[in-house]
């Protein structure tokens, strides 16, 4: 084993160990007394049926990781990088083909290992705790336009990236990173349009008291919205959730179907005023940014580890390739990645919490923030006091408990 090979296996062992840990510590935070603040809201059932779903899931990721990583291993060491390298080489079509059929082979044989897992998951698990509402038609279909999608919108961006760094030489990390940038860009502009009624019905909030009040409240903090979307998310889950797609004219707010059923107009309007307060602050320009300036660092490493011979030994493979090489180094990059992701979570709540005290300052209403908290985490089951370690590595909002602390005190 060269070094690379042993700077990898220990970032998965380790990874996989503090995960674990983490898992383990918030499932010992877990009492039969309910948290003050949910008195009233939580019936004691409720709340115990809460922790069970968390222990079910916690159980249900230690296989899944765990089955992952063996996999892994068993295909790392059992040289399954080489074989299938050998085997579509044999075809003679060409570096650009043979890396796209590759990294296609992989991540096919991927998907359907995992395929079980995620079945067992949505018509087990979130079936036991009343939260599916997807047919198998559905999930199936799904699965298929899923894969017709990957397939349309991988094979340009993943052949694009493959022939600079065949063909261009020095200049191939910054050519593909105005590429990279471009495309994805461009289709997230489409998204809204183009891909996602692929998944979902969106139909416009018909004209009434909620439409009123959602345009009266972007009027008073000068957020100009063309339409509010209807999503039939009920169609799959009965979790709710709230979000905005696209940019400038193509922007629009999406409410699920679940939510407006189960939310008073004066917190559907603080749940609105979260999300605008997310682009008032600028949050998502600012994601956007700092994903962009990473993917260029990220590429400016890869230019020079990409033929680095160590890299191709640490998998075994006696031919280097830019596909493989592509492949290696983004298992390498993994333990910058995984610090680069506690940093962007920590961010990530920051600007939560900075959203939270945007909506109540423009509403004027911190209670119905807090209810609409409260609702959606008794429906969705949401742990009310995980572990701190469990909330640094995984928690994109701070938790809920302190979410309300800060709305009520400021
Ligand atoms: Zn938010």
Not at 84 to 109: H, K, Q, T, V
Request: glycine share 6%; charged share 15%.
């Amino acid at each position: 084993m060269n070094i690379i090979a042993i700077i990898i296996l220990i970032a998965l062992l380790f990874d996989f160990v503090l995960n674990r840990l983490a898992d383990y510590l918030n499932l010992t935070m877990l009492r039969d007394d309910l948290p003050r603040d949910f008195e009233g809201v939580y019936d004691p059932d409720r709340y115990r049926k809460s922790q069970e779903y968390l222990k079910v899931n916690t159980r249900f990721g230690w296989v899944t990781a765990s089955f992952d990583l063996i996999v892994l291993l068993v295909f790392w060491f059992g040289k399954g990088f080489p074989l299938l390298d050998e085997y579509l080489r044999a075809f003679n079509f060409g570096p650009i083909i043979c890396g796209l059929m590759y990294m296609a082979a992989l991540m096919l044989f991927k998907a359907l290992i995992s395929l079980p897992f995620s079945i067992y998951h949505t018509f087990v698990i979130e079936e036991r705790f009343g939260f599916n509402q997807t047919t198998p038609t559905t999930y199936f279909l799904d699965l298929l336009k899923g894969l017709i999608l990957a397939i349309l919108l991988g094979t340009p961006l993943l052949a694009g990236v493959l022939s600079f760094f065949e063909y261009a030489g020095a200049n191939a990390w910054w050519l593909c990173w105005i590429a990279v940038t471009l495309y994805m860009l461009g289709v997230q502009f489409i998204a809204p349009t183009w891909i996602m009624p692929l998944f979902n019905k969106f139909t416009p909030l018909e004209a009434g008291e909620l439409k009123s009040a959602i345009l009266s409240y972007a009027d008073s903090i000068k957020f100009p919205i063309e339409n509010v979307y209807v999503m039939d998310g009920s169609k799959r889950s009965s979790k709710s959730n709230a979000f905005f797609t696209g940019f400038g004219a193509h922007r629009r707010i999406v409410l699920f179907d679940t939510l407006i059923r189960r939310h008073t107009t004066g917190e559907l309007i603080a749940v609105l005023a979260h999300e605008m307060g997310h682009y008032k602050k600028k949050h998502i320009i600012q994601s956007l940014a700092i994903g962009i300036i990473q993917m260029g660092f990220m590429l400016f490493l890869l230019s020079f580890f990409i033929s680095y011979p160590g890299l191709f030994e640490a998998f075994y493979m006696p031919r280097e390739s830019v596909y493989a090489g592509l492949l290696f180094f983004a298992m390498l990059y993994s333990p910058l990645d995984f610090f680069i992701g506690l940093f962007m979570q920590g961010l990530s709540r920051r600007n939560e919490t900075e959203a939270d005290r945007f909506a109540v300052k423009t509403t004027r209403d911190a209670q119905s923030m807090v209810d609409a908290l409260k609702k959606l985490s008794v429906h969705n089951l949401s742990n009310l006091l995980p572990h701190p370690l469990y909330v640094f590595l995984h928690y994109s909002h701070p938790p809920v408990l302190q979410r309300i602390k800060t709305l009520l005190v400021g």
